[in-house]
């Protein structure tokens, strides 16, 4: 059993901070791929951000490019997603993903609870 926890979510008015904080936990090896996704009201789940487990390579969706910051401290096995200039469209359930073999946009073997994030205009 994996588990991914959140953490970090809330409201912020639009422009401003906020860093969510995703610790994993459980039967983890090295978790080659670790990311976030989101999902707003009424929409599809849409990736976000995603790194490898060296943060050689990251992906970002282009909606949140130079606004949004994923990095990963190993040793403590979490992930963060630092998220600046935020926008109203912004708002949304973040959902942390790991994987433990690929790093993608798409396919993701263990998912998070979810944490809200909410923009006020």
């Known amino acids: 059993q994996v588990q991914l926890v959140e953490s970090g979510g809330g409201l912020v008015q639009a422009g401003g901070s906020l860093r969510l904080s995703c610790a994993a936990s459980?039967?983890?090896?090295?978790?080659?791929?670790m990311g976030w996704f989101r999902q707003a009201p009424g929409k599809e789940r849409e990736f976000v951000a995603a790194?490898?487990?060296?943060?050689?390579?990251?992906y970002y969706s282009d909606s949140v490019k130079g606004r949004f910051t994923i990095s990963r401290d190993n040793a403590k096995n979490t992930v963060y997603l630092q998220m600046n200039s935020l926008k109203p469209e912004d708002t949304a359930i973040y959902y942390c993903?790991?994987?433990?073999?690929?790093?993608?946009?798409?396919?993701?073997?263990?998912w998070g609870q979810g944490t809200q994030v909410t923009v006020s205009s």
């Open positions: 459980g039967r983890i090896f090295s978790m080659f791929a």
């Open positions: 993903v790991g994987d433990p073999n690929r790093l993608s946009t798409n396919e993701y073997d263990y």
């Open positions: 790194m490898d487990y060296s943060g050689g390579s990251t």
